[in-house]
């Protein structure tokens, strides 16, 4: 067995006795005789050495073990080994962590000398002072200097005298052990640096500032803080409504919103300066506190003597502490508020305000009127069901059916994309399938709207010689352009390599034409194609599974009564439904609910998308040119910006688009409106002067990306292309991922169809594989690259933090991040209150380069049977009056791209009431999205309705 630590130490020490001849006067049981024996004969006074692991005990002759200082125990008996204990190291702790405590407590024991004693140790004392051991007393003594004393002196109090400085050489020079020094209560104006340059043990000097100087830093204080506190009221058009209509400094709803002045001085002083001082303040006196109760644990000599001061300083750290709980609410309300995120609490309050207020006098009668009494609006059979109306009694209902392996339901890209796969599946195998796609537009295309700029990706997969097909992609981009714009100039950023803005290898299509041409690619190769017919129903199997889908019914008037000329849909019945419909799709939509697909994603968001197509000034046409904007006319917290491409098709043609988020806050915000302000900004107008529009649209677009991607497989059943939401949101591109998604999911149909072994749960085929396949794509891998590049957008810095973090973390990363961004919430649920927003003014159309709706949508060629009930349904007729125009003053007015709802007075000349225009709507479904009610419910109407775009 191999010798211990302390069977180590008695061999060195009784080898060093027997050197230098040493006797011993230790206690005869003692392990450490040999020691003792050569410490005690030693010579007494500051020539005590001590061997390497020993310490001195002060003026008399005594070495003890390093392991015994700082312990907590008078060892020595003069208190020298308790001494120097301040620096939290002592040899006691150190030896707490390597030995065992009961080693520990055993050597304690050994060294249990002498008790503190009252004597005065010091040699030298002035005879206005007292002494205890080490200790000199000197208060209240009118003393005018610090007197000279014994150099072994470790503590002197000299409170309440009259010095008014201290010496100007070295204090510890001749007292080089004084560990603590109290000034308090004297008149000492300035310390300097020589007085304490050698005091290497001082841990305590109290000194007492002045009244005077401490009154006037309070008062400084005091007055900066009402300056910086005062500043926003001295200039209102810079920092608008900064207090807020509370009479608070974090508004988190107001008339008038910050400017953004205003928000960068709250930030710069509120969660700036003000929260650094906070910061210095609590950790300042949280160490200061800290170290008040460490010098009284460590230095047990000095304990008796700071009782006081630690009940005091336990008191005032509780009182920072207590104030630090106070202020973080404070400083994450107004965190919360640069945010703009909403108060869920608040939206219970004005809910509750909304129930109080809604039926007082000073409102119309309409608006607290009873939904018996509110005027019918909606119509339709899914509002008020046929069976329960006695015009319907008598009505054949019955539907002729078909039976198909495989229907469609969207003729768009996606859609396509999948029909001609499969039969290219089926051509390859030497198999029969029967593929149906039915399209709700008079001819494929008619409702198809995009920028757009294709990435052919997937059409070079899907047909390697589509240039020899003759596809209509006919402007390959030349030059790309992306700019900041501001209300009179355009700041230019340049695209970097990798970005996803980058267009080089694309080409600018008009994207009807290239989806007329895939219908014709599609019907070559055997694929049955019905436009003109909407799907309005899917059928069920009775074990839940998807069976098909019914067309619409036709020959309904618009009260909701059939006509003689009525016909039942058409039922097409197939092993596997594929849900194609584009952003979305009032039929995607039941299916979510149905089979619970967006349970585990986050919930979709939007934008409203318009655009329009001019022939320009031949001199002023770029064929290939691609620009995009951010900015003006939105502002930061606002998403959205502009597009302006240049086509190369026989004609100088231009088309220019403008796109806003629909999760914007301010209900007055017309996005119609604010494309026509864009397109006179000094960057774009001069583009379009002398110029003719031809044509106008507006569609919904995907933005939720990534995570908001829900389930896409159920029995029966699945979703592809935009229906689900296969957006590159930051490319502004979906055709492709659109395109790539169905081709995939008729390989997994195909692989299940014609699989004789396959053994379905379900009578409706569920293909998963699709969704596993997909997982697996550059698609996948694509849109999880930019999934945080949208959300980043919700960031005090808005679409320029978006900017910002696009250009680091993407640039750098490629979405390799190991973090995902969130959403607020859903669309409709970011709209603000009309009170608490600053109505929006725009300026009135001049004709020339902007235009007012109704002759916008005219261009668009939109045309519905009038008399039919109204597609746009109400779950409850009275809900647009009652709280759309009481709290947001209606917004659908605004939000709505064709001029479809508005609100008109009654004919009693009291109140309000909704008027729906349906035969104006162009189908993009911002109504069904953003609704801040979530009370209009879009469907398809008659078949062959619509918009009939040419090449949009």
Not at 859 to 869: A, I, R, V
């Amino acid at each position: 067995m191999g010798k211990s630590k302390f069977q180590t130490l008695d061999v060195e020490l009784a080898g060093l006795n027997k050197q230098q001849g040493r006797t011993s006067a230790c206690v005869a049981h003692s392990p450490y005789k040999a020691i003792c024996d050569s410490l005690e004969d030693h010579v007494s006074g500051t020539g005590v050495r001590c061997p390497l692991g020993y310490f001195p005990c002060g003026n008399i002759t005594k070495c003890l073990p390093q392991q015994l200082h700082c312990n907590g125990e008078d060892d020595c008996g003069n208190q020298a080994d308790e001494e120097n204990c301040e620096d939290n190291n002592g040899w006691s702790l150190q030896f707490d962590k390597h030995y065992t405590k009961d080693k520990y407590n055993k050597l304690k024991s050994l060294y249990a000398f002498q008790t503190k004693t009252p004597e005065c140790l010091a040699g030298d004392v002035p005879a206005e002072c007292t002494c205890q051991g080490l200790e000199i007393f000197c208060d209240a003594a009118k003393l005018r200097a610090v007197p000279s004393v014994s150099s072994n002196i470790t503590i002197i109090e000299m409170m309440n005298n009259s010095l008014a400085r201290l010496p100007d050489k070295p204090l510890c020079q001749y007292m080089p052990r004084l560990n603590w020094l109290d000034l308090e209560g004297n008149h000492i104006h300035h310390v300097r640096n020589a007085t304490f340059i050698s005091c290497s043990t001082l841990t305590v000097l109290c000194l007492k500032p002045r009244k005077r100087r401490t009154i006037s830093i309070l008062i400084l204080i005091w007055i900066i803080g009402f300056a910086v506190a005062f500043i926003p009221l001295s200039n209102k058009e810079f920092f608008r409504n900064y207090y807020g209509t509370n009479g608070v400094c974090f508004p988190l709803h107001s008339e008038q919103s910050e400017s953004s002045g205003s928000q960068i001085y709250s930030v710069v002083i509120f969660l700036g300066v003000n929260l650094a001082a906070f910061i210095i303040i609590v950790f300042s006196y949280g160490s200061m506190f800290y170290s008040v109760h460490q010098t009284a644990i460590m230095a047990t000599e000095i304990r008796n003597h700071i009782k006081k001061e630690m009940i005091l300083a336990k008191r005032f750290f509780f009182i920072v502490f207590t104030d630090a709980l106070c202020w973080i609410p404070i400083f994450i309300l107004k965190l919360l508020s640069l945010l703009q995120v909403e108060i869920p609490v608040r939206q219970c309050f004005h809910a509750l305000k909304l129930i109080k207020t809604d039926c007082l006098p000073s409102l119309r009668v309409s608006r607290c009127a009873s939904t018996a009494s509110v005027p019918r609006i909606t119509t339709h059979y899914t509002i008020h069901p046929r069976d329960k109306d006695k015009r319907w009694e008598g009505v054949n209902m019955e539907r002729f059916a078909e039976e198909a392996d495989v229907v469609i339901v969207g003729g768009g890209p996606a859609g396509l994309s999948a029909a001609i796969r499969l039969k290219q599946l089926a051509a390859e195998h030497s198999k029969e399938i029967r593929v149906c796609l039915v399209e709700k537009a008079s001819q494929i295309g008619a409702h198809t709207l995009s920028g757009a700029c294709l990435e052919p990706r997937s059409l070079e997969e899907l047909f390697p010689d589509w240039k020899e097909r003759g596809a209509p992609l006919k402007t390959p981009v030349t030059e790309d352009k992306f700019g900041i714009l501001t209300k009179t100039s355009r700041i230019p950023v340049r695209i970097l390599p990798g970005l996803p803005m980058v267009n080089h290898g694309n080409y600018i299509v008009r994207l009807g034409h290239f989806v007329s041409w895939l219908g014709e690619q599609a019907e070559a190769l055997g694929v049955e194609i019905y436009p003109g017919y909407a799907a309005a129903e899917v059928l069920f199997h009775e074990d839940g599974s998807v069976k098909g889908i019914a067309t619409n019914d036709v020959g309904i008037q618009k009260d909701g009564a059939p006509k003689a000329t009525f016909e039942r849909g058409l039922e097409l019945h197939a092993k596997v439904t594929v849900f194609a419909e584009g952003c979305h799709g009032h039929l995607a939509k039941q299916m979510y609910k149905k089979y619970n697909l967006r349970e585990k994603c986050q919930p979709q968001s939007y934008g409203i998308g318009l655009k329009e197509l001019w022939t320009i000034d031949e001199k002023k046409w770029k064929p290939g040119r691609v620009e995009h904007t951010v900015g003006w006319p939105l502002d930061r917290h606002t998403y959205g910006g502009s597009f302006l491409y240049h086509l190369n098709e026989g004609e100088p043609l231009v088309a220019l688009g403008f796109v806003v988020g629909l999760d914007y806050q301010n209900p007055y915000l017309n996005p119609f409106r604010e494309f026509q302000r864009w397109k006179h900004h000094p960057s774009v107008q001069p583009t379009l002067e002398g110029g003719t529009r031809i044509a106008y649209g507006a569609r919904a677009l995907n933005e939720g990306g990534f995570q908001s991607i829900p389930k896409l497989t159920f029995p029966g059943g699945l979703l592809i292309g935009c229906s689900p939401g296969l957006m590159n949101v930051p490319k502004i591109k979906g055709t492709h991922t659109a395109m790539k998604s169905g081709m995939l999911a008729s390989e997994a149909i195909f692989s299940q169809l014609i699989n004789e072994n396959l053994q379905s749960k379900t009578i409706g085929l569920d293909v998963q594989e699709y969704e596993e396949n997909l997982k697996k794509s550059w698609v996948w891998k694509e849109l999880y690259a930019v999934r945080n590049i949208r959300p980043s957008c919700h960031s005090i810095l808005g679409v320029y933090g978006g900017m910002i973090y696009t250009g680091v973390f993407y640039w750098l990363l490629r979405g390799m991040e190991p973090w995902t961004l969130k959403h607020p919430g859903p669309d409709f649920a970011q709209l603000k209150p009309a009170k608490d927003c600053t109505p929006i003014e725009y300026p009135k159309p001049d004709g020339k380069i902007s235009f007012d709706l109704l002759s916008s949508v005219a261009l668009s060629g939109t045309n519905h049977e009038h008399d039919q009930p109204a597609h746009l349904t109400l779950k409850d007729d009275s809900v647009p009056v009652s709280r759309n125009l009481a709290l947001f003053d209606g917004p659908e007015q605004r939000f709505c791209p064709a001029g479809v709802y508005e609100y008109v007075p009654l004919e009693t000349g009291e109140g309000s009431r909704l008027q729906i225009n349906a035969q104006n709507c162009v189908h993009c479904k911002t109504c069904d999205i953003k609704d801040p009610s979530q009370n209009i419910n879009w469907v398809v109407p008659e078949g062959g309705g619509g918009p009939a775009y040419n090449g949009m």
